[in-house]
């Protein structure tokens, strides 16, 4: 049997081929439509394990665009197709700290991949890969260079969580002559202490960390500092909430699944 | 609209263009979110015409009452006693604003960083778009949040705002000051329509209020059955409009819908499967047309099947003794429906949280939504107690807070469905 996760996000779009194992996956950006960006994901998937439509079982979609895919047999969202990827993944209950273009997630799951309990950013972009997104654009850097600059730099104070705000003092940091990893530096500790912030006062013993953000190293070193635990990153961060579709789709149609 | 219509929006010195504008985008909205619902109970469609003749009919109604001498009152809480209105005739509206609409133009005298339902309110006023605010001759506020609290003094400059002192505790010297409230409200009503408030009149008014809330009560009972003969979104509705209708009309309509519901609860007819996730509404009013959460949550396969609000249970909360022989004795009677509604400008506010658990309880929800307008103080703030209280008792609750816009309902869509998810699972 074969089935599709795919997950629509904000900035990507990304798929997985799913037969009880991952067996191939892509990742594309999503553009202006979320419907297209998914077809295209799909045929891409299929494309690579050389397969039609017609051999997939069941295709289950989620993220932001999972309401535009009209292809779709289900629609479920990240918050639960998150969770039961890393629960596939690790094993474990624990603690998910998403975070992707427009929103940042911090799900808890037991040891079944059920959700116990989440909190999601209000519509505010503090604290989300769009926050770091902006800053980026307002140093001259793609948002993809951040997490490479050097580690042992001291972190420049970011006072505001305001995108708009943070920016302008961004600016007149630069104009004032601090350095740029510092300031980068800076805005990661910040976004840290915002997921921190998320979490309530509660000490989780893993974190698994996902979403486009997770590719940012020095993000990562910085959420480990701020919280105190072990930040651990999945081999392909951005994947995860497919996968979990995937796993969904699977169950779905009677398969069963053996973690990793 | 009818020429009739236009010439009476004329005299109330309304904006027509703007009143257009408005109008204009909520036939679309009321199509959308009510009126596609499958199987809904006969009797919605007397409520459908009151929303709908809201700014037509129902004010024709209420400036002929104005003419033939009927004093208009505007409300924004439900501590307001209507009791004291009714006694000597008069018309009590309640203004709360809930569109997103007039927000910009509030924001023009208010701070941005303000609750919508405020600034809401405050545009409407502002932008004259509003029939209620026009024809009604003084409002009462209160001191319930330091937003309105401070609200009062400017809209005073555009409409006669008399303020009552709501206190922030429920002990014997409040009840005693809320007393004295009540009563300065009297003299102030009695003042402005000319007419004596007597205990019989009195009686009366507190007949008529109780009446209306025992309805409401009735209403909101028929919702705990499985399946809901009754969507959430036509409940609340339906207590939108009990400010703004004939309270007699209102509750004779009411209690005839229920009529109608109890049969189907009989007969095990809803609108929704039986076994449909249950979800209690908690915290800050919706004031009409506000109809968001409620539209996003039973779309996506939930029913709501009571809301613990102003524009819910604690609007119909705290029935008045009807044995009260002097004016005295009414007067302390309607004074302690202030121990009943627990609203979070109360502290401490425990009973709020014993309240939500009966409604759990009762109304068998399978899980909390904790819904805060945007920089509502007070239940934002008590926000963190209420969800502990329910994570103890082995409740799923979900915490939103949104304002009154349509930019984040794809957000909010993605926590309700993932909450629902969670419930389910």
Known sequence: MLVVGIDVGSTSAKAVLFDGRIKVYAIQPTGWSPREAGAEVLAEILDKAGLSRREVANIVGTGYGRVALNFIDQAVTEITCQARGINYLTGKAGTIIDIGGQDTKVITVNEQGKVVDFVMNDKCAAGTGRFLEVMATAMGMDVDELGSLPENVNPVNISSMCTVFAESEVISLLAGGVAREEIVAGLHRAVARRVKSMLKNTAPATVVFTGGGAKNEGLRRALAAELGVEVMVPAEPQITGALGAAIIAWEGNGGAVAHN | ?425
């Open chain 2, 1 to 425: 609209m009818s020429d009739t219509y236009r010439e009476m929006w004329r005299e109330l010195n309304m904006d027509l263009e703007k009143h257009d504008v408005f109008l204009g985008t909520l036939p679309v909205a009321f199509g959308e979110v009510f009126l596609r619902q499958e199987n809904r109970p006969a009797g919605m469609a007397y409520f459908d015409n009151a929303l709908a003749e809201a700014h037509g009919g129902r004010i024709q109604e209420i400036l002929a009452g104005k003419k033939a001498g009927r004093m208009v009152a505007g409300t924004f809480c439900v501590f307001a006693p209507e009791e004291l209105i009714f006694a000597v005739d008069g018309i009590s509206i309640g203004l709360c604003g809930g569109a997103q609409f007039t927000v910009p133009t509030g924001e023009q005298v208010l701070p941005r960083n303000l609750c919508p339902l405020i600034k809401s309110a405050m545009g409407f006023k502002l932008d004259r778009i509003c029939p209620y605010f026009q024809a009604v001759d003084f409002l009462i506020g209160e001191t319930t949040c330091d937003g309105k609290k401070k609200t009062w003094e400017i809209l005073n400059e555009y409409v006669p705002t008399y303020v009552m002192e709501l206190p922030q505790k429920k002990g014997t010297a409040d009840l005693t000051l809320w007393e004295g409230e009540i009563h300065r409200l009297k003299e102030e009503i009695e003042h402005r329509s000319g007419r004596e408030i007597t205990a019989d009149r009195l009686a009366s008014g507190i007949k008529m209020a109780n009446a209306r809330r025992d309805a409401l009560a009735r209403l909101y009972r028929a919702r705990w059955a499985d399946p809901v003969p009754i969507s959430g979104k036509d409940a609340l509705l339906i207590s939108q409009l009990a400010f703004f209708d004939d309270p007699e009309r209102f509750t004779a309509q009411v209690n005839s819908l229920c009529d109608e519901l109890e049969d189907r609860i009989a007969r095990g007819e809803g609108v929704a499967r039986k076994g449909a996730p249950r979800i209690l509404v908690t915290g800050t009013p919706m004031a009409l047309p506000y109809w968001k959460l409620h539209h996003l949550v039973e779309t996506s396969g939930a029913v709501i099947v009571g809301e613990e609000t102003c524009t819910g249970t604690r609007y119909f909360a705290g029935r008045v003794a009807e044995d009260g022989r002097t004016v005295e004795e009414q007067v302390k009677d309607l004074a302690r429906r202030l121990t009943a509604i627990n609203c979070a400008c109360f502290t401490p506010n425990k009973e709020r949280v014993e309240d939500i658990l009966r409604l759990v309880r009762d109304a068998r929800a399978d899980g909390v939504i904790y819904f805060s307008l945007q920089f509502c103080q007070p239940f934002g703030v008590e926000g963190r107690l209420v969800e502990r209280a329910l994570q103890e008792a082995g409740v799923p609750v979900l915490r939103l807070e949104s304002d009154y816009s349509e930019e984040d309902v794809a957000q909010l869509k993605t926590r309700i469905e993932a909450f629902l998810e969670m419930i389910a699972s």
